[in-house]
């Protein structure tokens, strides 16, 4: 049986990169993408074909609950976010709706339409802020230092207490920053290395 694949946050950097490997080990992708204006799929045109795209928003409750019970996924992977830490001072609110109760909503959604679902959880190494030793791991205190680090801190604590609360299979993995060609130009490592490479 095919297994299958919701991914939030698919035309991101991380998102087409995870939708790629799922699809060469045979899952049916599917991945959600906010309505607006403009979309850019421009990671993911190469895959577009192989995919299913769903409109949601992590802000809209009723949005998540029909994409979860549309793409009726075995597993759901949350890679979206406002995830600009510049942003988060500018827009803290939208910030927190959609990068921290967002979250919620997702599991919300999960444990009422189908609890097996097993959910990941994208946490950020922003929660780590001020850092207290080097290097991090799962041990190390948060101290987050901007309102995108405390909406990460929320999520990946909201993601432990459903996982021990209600039993699901629900994980946090801490990402920190990484590099490719599909990283946005909006970040300051990514504008350096593209004016390299045209130099």
């Given at each position: 049986?095919?297994?299958r694949?919701?991914?939030?946050g698919i035309t991101?950097?991380?998102?087409s990169?995870?939708a790629?490997?799922l699809?060469?080990?045979?899952?049916h992708?599917?991945?959600?993408?906010r309505r607006s204006?403009t979309?850019?799929f421009e990671?993911?045109?190469?895959?577009q074909?192989?995919?299913?795209?769903?409109q949601?928003?992590?802000?809209?409750e009723?949005?998540?609950n029909d994409?979860?019970?549309?793409s009726?996924?075995d597993?759901?992977?949350?890679?979206?976010?406002?995830s600009?830490v510049?942003?988060s001072w500018?827009?803290?609110?939208?910030?927190g709706?959609?990068?921290?109760?967002?979250?919620?909503?997702?599991l919300?959604?999960i444990?009422?339409?189908n609890?097996d679902i097993?959910f990941y959880?994208?946490?950020?190494s922003?929660m780590?802020g001020k850092?207290?030793?080097v290097?991090?791991?799962e041990?190390?205190?948060?101290?987050p230092?901007?309102p995108?680090?405390?909406?990460?801190v929320y999520?990946?604590?909201?993601?432990?207490?459903?996982?021990?609360s209600?039993?699901?299979h629900a994980?946090?993995?801490?990402l920190f920053?990484d590099e490719?060609p599909?990283?946005g130009l909006?970040?300051?490592t990514r504008k350096?290395?593209?004016?390299v490479a045209?130099?």
């Open positions: 049986m095919t297994r694949a919701l991914i939030t991101g950097q991380d998102g990169y995870l790629e490997l699809l060469d080990k045979g899952y992708v599917c991945g959600m993408v204006s979309l850019n990671r993911i045109a190469h895959i074909d192989d995919i299913e795209i769903l949601g928003d992590l802000a809209d009723n949005s998540l994409v979860v019970r549309r009726n996924p597993e759901l992977y949350n890679l979206a976010a406002q600009f510049q942003t500018q827009q803290p609110e939208l910030t709706q959609t990068t921290a109760i967002g979250v919620t909503r997702l919300n959604a444990r009422t339409i609890p097993r959880q994208a946490s950020s922003e780590f850092v207290q030793s290097p991090q791991n041990e190390t205190r948060f101290w230092r901007s995108y680090g405390v909406a990460k999520g990946h604590w909201i993601t432990v207490n459903y996982r021990e209600y039993g699901m994980s946090s993995g801490i920053n490719s599909r990283r909006e970040f300051v350096i290395t593209h004016h045209q130099i």
